[in-house]
């Protein structure tokens, strides 16, 4: 796997590779009744990913947790909200949740309660490309190719270059 250095010597790994990770470490666990759900954004595009590497049936849903984060009266609406959309019933299915990054949990409760205004599933895994730690909920992947370590003011971010592919950067903050 291809990893680039940032300035901080922090090695980011090729995103796609790791979407392939992804797949392999979800394929033994598919049951024929699991959709995936891709939370916007990042979480969205890994999802897409992981429709197609496990040739998949079912839709992918996606959801956005504008609506359910609990920092929403502090922060407001996010400028960029974008609809969700789940084209199955939730109801009883198994969901592989996906997230680019899993890092204090609060972005995966907020997807659960979400989740949960749609019907009770039978069970939710959490499928992630990367796991920063510092949980202040407690919550885990279930699949997850890389774990990294990053200061607190490091932030880790999953976008699309001009050709479409997934890449990593490390955005700082003072």
């Not at 204090?104 to 959490?126: C, H, K, M, S, V």
């Not at 490309?129 to 774990?147: E, K, M, V």
């Not at 932030?155 to 050709?163: G, I, K, P, Q």
Request: proline residues 6%; negative net charge; charged residues 25%.
């Amino acid at each position: 796997m291809n990893a680039q250095k940032t300035p901080h010597g922090v090695a980011l790994p090729d995103a796609e590779a790791l979407c392939v990770q992804l797949a392999d470490l979800i394929r033994p666990h598919l049951q024929p009744e699991t959709v995936v759900v891709g939370i916007h954004s990042g979480g969205a595009w890994v999802a897409q990913r992981l429709y197609t590497l496990l040739g998949l049936d079912a839709e992918i849903g996606l959801i956005d947790v504008s609506f359910h984060r609990d920092d929403y009266r502090a922060r407001g609406l996010h400028p960029r909200v974008k609809p969700s959309s789940i084209p199955f019933d939730v109801e009883g299915r198994r969901l592989i949740l996906v997230d680019d990054v899993l890092y204090t949990g609060r972005t995966t409760r907020a997807a659960i309660n979400e989740l949960f205004d749609y019907g009770r599933p039978a069970r939710i895994q959490l499928a992630v490309l990367a796991d920063r730690g510092s949980r202040q909920l407690p919550i885990c992947a279930d699949f997850c190719p890389w774990r990294v370590d990053l200061d607190p003011s490091s932030e880790l971010v999953l976008s699309l270059d001009d050709s479409g592919r997934l890449q990593w950067s490390l955005d700082e903050h003072a």
